[in-house]
């Protein structure tokens, strides 16, 4: 049996993996307010950020996963 022919343990065979930064949320903790958007209020206007909602879309993905690094997809 070859190595192209094992299956990849990491991703199953799938190519892609959970994104390790937002666990496949696809949102990550607002880097400006720090997920903390209350502590940004000022004049009754939210952190121009994140709305208000704390979340910031994740830069590393954009469906909640990831290329897999093990086997390169």
């Known amino acids: 049996m070859s190595e192209k022919d094992t299956t990849c343990l990491k991703c199953k065979g799938k190519g892609e ?16 307010c720090d997920g903390d958007s209350a502590s940004m209020f000022f004049y009754g206007v939210d952190c121009r950020n994140c709305h208000g909602s704390g979340k910031a879309r994740c830069s590393d993905c954009s469906r909640g996963t990831v290329r897999c690094d093990k086997c390169q997809g």
């Open 17 to 32: 993996v959970t994104c390790p930064k937002c666990s496949g949320s696809r949102e990550v903790k607002c880097n400006r």
